[in-house]
């Protein structure tokens, strides 16, 4: 069984090598809007999950592969392992480019855990209530946790961690989109670098519904100063497509090529390879330790 995946092409993180360290679907919440379905093990303790000396021979055995991040997430919520603050430390000590830790943030209440998460170089932690309400309602918590503790967990995590916090906004129609207020004064009250705004884009496990882009756009006045990272337009332009493929089935390029020869941006690049992976057009292979893509054999044009 592998404990690391991909890379995945992450809009938020560029090329995502993961590593997970927990069972399917170990969690403290059982989010409303959970891709991953509703948590089968809902639990506040730590324990051990996986066997820790197996990840870090993965993580040996693949530190020099094409990726841009080393990202603690997966089948849960990271700091539920006992396992965190060993392995993100050896892949510290390991892995030459930057490690990253996904959490929901629940956990940061505790000294020793904000220490371990604090050894990675950029922490993306999530934040979609401020009142108990409406955590109940969106984040389905373990009946210990309290929404005024993580608030005050992550302020801490602040005043002790130097590196980048990208704190993430999940925001789910007539479930918690009427007290964006609160929310986004709770979010700037625990000072991130950036605060990135989402809504229920993908399909998630069970019928919520997402805010639309105006409605996005327009929480941009509620949090000033953030950033909306959800993907409306889910499509290749066909000219866009057309030109990437043709180059592709002539040569494999990475995704900086890919953005340079036809102008476009970071994130366009890594939408459009990732659709066009999806939908078997482009397949990827190693090359000279980079990650190239190139065109599959048999394409269609439409
Ligand atoms: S915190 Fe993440 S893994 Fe846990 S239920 Fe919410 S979305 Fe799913």
Same mark, same amino acid.
């Given at each position: 069984?592998?404990?690391?995946?991909?890379?995945?092409?992450?809009?938020?993180?560029?090329?995502?090598?993961?590593?997970?360290?927990?069972?399917?679907?170990?969690?403290?919440?059982?989010?409303?809007?959970?891709?991953?379905?509703?948590?089968?093990?809902?639990?506040?303790?730590?324990?051990?999950?996986?066997?820790?000396?197996?990840?870090? /021979?993965?993580?040996? @055995?693949?530190?020099?592969?094409?990726?841009?991040?080393?990202?603690?997430?997966? =089948? !849960? *919520?990271?700091? %539920?392992?006992?396992?965190?603050?060993?392995?993100?430390?050896?892949?510290?000590?390991?892995?030459?480019?930057?490690?990253?830790?996904?959490?929901?943030?629940?956990?940061?209440?505790?000294?020793?855990?904000?220490?371990?998460?604090?050894?990675?170089?950029?922490?993306?932690?999530?934040?979609?209530?401020?009142?108990?309400?409406?955590?109940?309602?969106?984040?389905?918590?373990?009946? /210990?946790?309290?929404? @005024?503790?993580?608030?005050?967990?992550?302020?801490?995590?602040?005043?002790?961690? =130097? !590196? *980048?916090?990208? %704190?993430?906004?999940?925001?789910?129609?007539?479930?918690?989109?009427?007290?964006?207020?609160?929310?986004?004064?709770?979010?700037?009250?625990?000072?991130?670098?950036?605060?990135?705004?989402?809504?229920?884009?993908?399909?998630?496990?069970?019928?919520?519904?997402?805010?639309?882009?105006?409605?996005?756009?327009?929480?941009?006045?509620?949090?000033?100063?953030?950033?909306?990272?959800?993907?409306?337009?889910?499509?290749?332009?066909?000219?866009?497509?057309?030109?990437?493929?043709?180059?592709?089935?002539?040569?494999?390029?990475?995704?900086?090529?890919?953005?340079?020869?036809?102008?476009?941006?970071?994130?366009?690049?890594?939408?459009?390879?990732?659709?066009?992976?999806?939908?078997?057009?482009?397949?990827?292979?190693?090359?000279?330790?980079?990650?190239?893509?190139?065109?599959?054999?048999?394409?269609?044009?439409?």
């Amino acid at each position: 069984m592998g404990y690391l995946f991909g890379p995945v092409l992450s809009r938020r993180l560029g090329l995502s090598m993961g590593v997970d360290l927990l069972r399917h679907k170990t969690c403290n919440l059982d989010c409303i809007y959970c891709e991953l379905g509703r948590t089968d093990c809902l639990t506040c303790g730590r324990g051990r999950f996986v066997p820790p000396q197996k990840v870090l /021979g993965e993580i040996r @055995e693949k530190r020099n592969e094409p990726f841009d991040y080393l990202t603690f997430a997966g =089948s !849960g *919520e990271p700091t %539920l392992s006992q396992d965190l603050g060993r392995v993100v430390a050896f892949a510290k000590e390991t892995v030459s480019r930057p490690v990253a830790v996904i959490t929901n943030s629940t956990l940061l209440t505790s000294p020793a855990i904000r220490k371990e998460v604090a050894a990675a170089d950029i922490v993306l932690p999530s934040l979609d209530a401020a009142s108990p309400a409406a955590f109940q309602a969106i984040n389905r918590p373990d009946p /210990g946790l309290k929404i @005024e503790e993580i608030i005050q967990g992550l302020k801490e995590f602040r005043r002790e961690y =130097s !590196g *980048e916090i990208w %704190l993430e906004v999940m925001l789910v129609a007539g479930i918690n989109d009427h007290e964006a207020d609160l929310i986004a004064r709770a979010a700037e009250s625990t000072e991130p670098d950036r605060i990135q705004l989402n809504t229920v884009v993908r399909t998630p496990a069970e019928p919520v519904r997402p805010l639309s882009e105006e409605e996005m756009v327009r929480m941009l006045e509620i949090f000033p100063g953030a950033e909306l990272i959800p993907d409306w337009d889910w499509r290749v332009p066909f000219d866009i497509r057309n030109r990437i493929l043709d180059s592709l089935c002539r040569s494999p390029s990475t995704l900086e090529e890919i953005c340079r020869l036809h102008d476009l941006t970071d994130s366009d690049a890594i939408k459009y390879c990732k659709i066009l992976e999806h939908d078997g057009l482009i397949t990827r292979r190693i090359e000279g330790g980079k990650l190239c893509f190139l065109g599959s054999k048999s394409r269609g044009r439409g």
